[in-house]
Each structure stands twice: as C-alpha cells, then as structure tokens.
C-alpha cells in the first residue's frame, strides 16, 4: 500500500474515532451534570457550572500548549528517564490529535454542557424570583461567556510562555494514569 494511501484510511480512522469519543465524552457529561444538577441548589449547581467552564479552559490551556512546546528538553528528561518525559514526546508527536481532542472535543463538551448547566440555573433563578424577565437570562449567559472566554484568553498566554511546564504537567498526570508514552 502506498503511503498516499495509508494517511487518508488512517485519518478516516481517526475522525471516526474522535467522533465516537465526543459521543461518549458527551453522553457521561450530560449524565454527570443531569444527576448532580437534578433536585440540586444553586450551590452545587453553580459549582458543577465552575467544573466545566475551569474543565473547558484547563484542556484550552493543554490543547495550545502542546502546538508551541519544543520536543527537546523531553528528549534530555527521556535519556534520563525521568518521569512523564515519554508521555510528553508522545503528546507532541501527536500534537495536531492531542489538539482536537482538548480543544474541539474537551472544550467544545464542556461549552455545550456549561450552557445546559446555565440553563437549569437561570430557570431556577426565574422560578424563585417569580419572573419570565429575558434579563436574568442575559446577565447569566453573558457572565459565562465572559469567564469562558477570559478565562481562555488568560490560558492561551500561559500556554504560549510555558508550553514546556504545561505539557510536562499533563504528561505527569498521564504516567501517573498510565496513558500514552508508548
């Protein structure tokens, strides 16, 4: 088989399967949100709110990181067998993948599911206020947008100036899991 070939099966592959992992992903934390938020105040309401909006912007953080880390100082740790330094190479082998999957698939769950949390929440409010106001709506979803979105903004130029610290601290994460470094 030519390798023009191979690349085209392999990311055929690929997309399947990220798609089946942003099912699943999805599926347990609509599940999660949907059991903790059920017969739930606004305490732990707002706090599996936080989860996922801290969630979406640490696997941000993670995603760039590993597009503007330099493979080298892995390579020293790996020669030296430190801890994680496997697991680093391989999340910046696959980069692009490691990528989609915390930045599109992560964070993209975490939006969609934070949105749905905001929703129960300004339903809640609503119904304790006495009121049908758009406004409460509004002020709810423009302050998690805001925080979503700085919150990104603030991560991406902690993930630009310590791509290296940041990769190193997944991937020790990894090994303590067991995931990755083959």
């Known amino acids: 088989m030519k390798k023009e070939e191979a690349r085209p099966r392999s990311y055929r592959r690929w997309v399947v399967r990220i798609f089946l992992m942003s099912v699943s992903l999805s599926a347990v934390m609509s599940l999660l949100s949907g059991v903790v938020l059920e017969d739930a105040g606004y305490v732990p309401a707002v706090l599996t709110l936080a989860l996922f909006v801290i969630l979406g912007i640490v696997f941000d953080i993670i995603g760039v990181a590993v597009t503007a880390a330099d493979a080298k100082p892995f ?10 330094a496997k697991e680093a190479l391989y999340l910046l082998k696959n980069a692009e993948k490691v990528s989609s999957f915390c930045n599109d698939v992560v964070g993209d769950i975490c939006g969609i599911v934070s949105g749905s949390t905001a929703a129960v929440i300004v339903l809640r409010l609503q119904s304790s206020l006495n009121t049908q106001s758009i406004f409460v709506s509004i002020a709810v979803t ?25 990769v190193y601290f997944a991937a020790k994460l990894m090994h303590v899991f067991g995931i990755g470094g083959k």
């Open 75 to 84: 390579h020293s740790m790996a020669s030296h067998r430190e801890r994680g």
């Open 142 to 166: 423009a302050l998690i947008s805001g925080l979503t979105i700085g919150g990104k903004a603030i991560g991406k130029k902690l993930a630009l100036d310590k791509s290296t610290a940041v």
